[in-house]
């Protein structure tokens, strides 16, 4: 079991940026897909960003480039970097992994971390 410690959340103006990092407990290298989701009031939990263990990563529409993903397999850590944010990212963010053939729902979650974009 890993278990995924997220930190780097805060307030920001529209426009600014945070840098979101997932500290995790075990060897990283050899799970499939680790990512980061995004869960608003309201509103279901979704994808923001993947990258699987060869570093292919993969992005929600929303992201438009503003996002990057990225990890280090020997720190075992992975980090979301959001530029040019915007109100509509207000969410809490989660860390997640899991390995090919598991359902997402039944990957290793984070306890998440609060982003908030307001003037």
């Known amino acids: 079991q890993v278990q995924l410690v997220e930190s780097g959340g805060g307030l920001v103006q529209p426009g600014g940026s945070l840098r979101l990092s997932c500290a995790a407990s075990?060897?990283?290298?050899?799970?499939?897909?680790m990512g980061w989701y995004r869960q608003a009031p309201g509103k279901q939990r979704g994808l923001v960003a993947t990258i699987t263990n060869g570093g292919r990563t993969n992005y929600a529409d929303f992201v438009e480039g503003r996002f990057t993903i990225s990890k280090d397999n020997a720190k075992n850590w992975v980090s979301l970097q959001m530029n040019s944010l915007k109100p509509e990212d207000t969410a809490v963010y989660y860390c997640?992994?899991?390995?090919?053939?598991?359902?997402?729902?039944?990957?290793?979650w984070g306890q998440g971390t609060q982003v908030t974009v307001s003037s």
């Open positions: 075990g060897s990283i290298s050899s799970i499939s897909f």
């Open positions: 997640h992994g899991r390995y090919l053939y598991t359902p997402v729902r039944d990957g290793f």
